[in-house]
């Protein structure tokens, strides 16, 4: 299970997140959406250590870890926890020098010591599950937007995390390469695995999540199931949000 608890997040004077308090079961979906800057990302980015927290705790599975403002986290500390969950990002961030097939090993060898071996044989394994085999040779210049997310989907699973989270995965796409990507994160909702995901597709939001949250100038406006909060909003903000997409 994840559960967050009272985590602030501030850049110099700006708060971004206003003590959000939200808990994830084992193999259920969790979307945030919200309005631009509302701090769906820098959640995420939290969650995975990438920026360190004011305060709260943060706890995935067994690693968890509180944060005091003024106080620096410990390395060995924020290592444990980032090694919890796997992040798939708006830009691809695949290493330009190396081929999808080593993108996917590379994790694997650095963070969890696997063998080379091994670690070539789960990397196979991944981008055989994501569709892209036959790219493993291919280089990131090489793959549309498109394929390149796969890949990152690829990479995030390869070091087993108990989190996936993916941050506005299909922004960057161009249309007719969302499809493919929204399909392999939909297969991997159907196996079972631990997910947040930030997301402007509202359909895909629907469909895929257990739960989803709002967010809003740092804090969780309303939470609930898809077709309660989708269907039924309660608070006049989400009414607000959600009636400027009606084309959703």
Sequence with gaps: MIEVRGLTKAFGEQTVLKGVDLT???????????????????????????????????????????????AKAKRSDVLTLRRQS??????????PH????????????????RAKEEAKERALALLTKVGLREKADAYPHQLSGGQQQRVGIARAMSIDPQLLLFDEPTSALDPE?????????RELAKEGRTMMIVTH???FAREVADRVILIDEGVIVE??????????????RTQQFLSRLMDW
């Design 177 to 185: 390469l969302v499809r493919e990507v929204l399909k392999v994160i």
């Design 201 to 203: 597709e509202m359909k």
């Design 24 to 70: 994830l079961e084992k193999g259920s979906v969790l979307v945030v959406i919200g309005p631009s800057g509302s701090g769906k990302s820098t959640l995420l980015r939290c969650l995975n250590v990438l920026e360190t927290p004011c305060s709260g705790t943060i706890a995935i599975g067994e690693a968890n870890m509180a944060f005091t403002r003024g």
């Design 223 to 236: 939470e609930g199931r898809p077709e309660q909060l989708f269907g039924d909003p309660q608070q006049e």
């Design 98 to 113: 190396l081929t999808a097939l080593q993108n996917v090993m590379e994790g694997q060898l650095t963070t969890l010591r």
């Design 86 to 95: 796997g992040m798939v990002f708006q830009a691809y961030y695949l290493f």
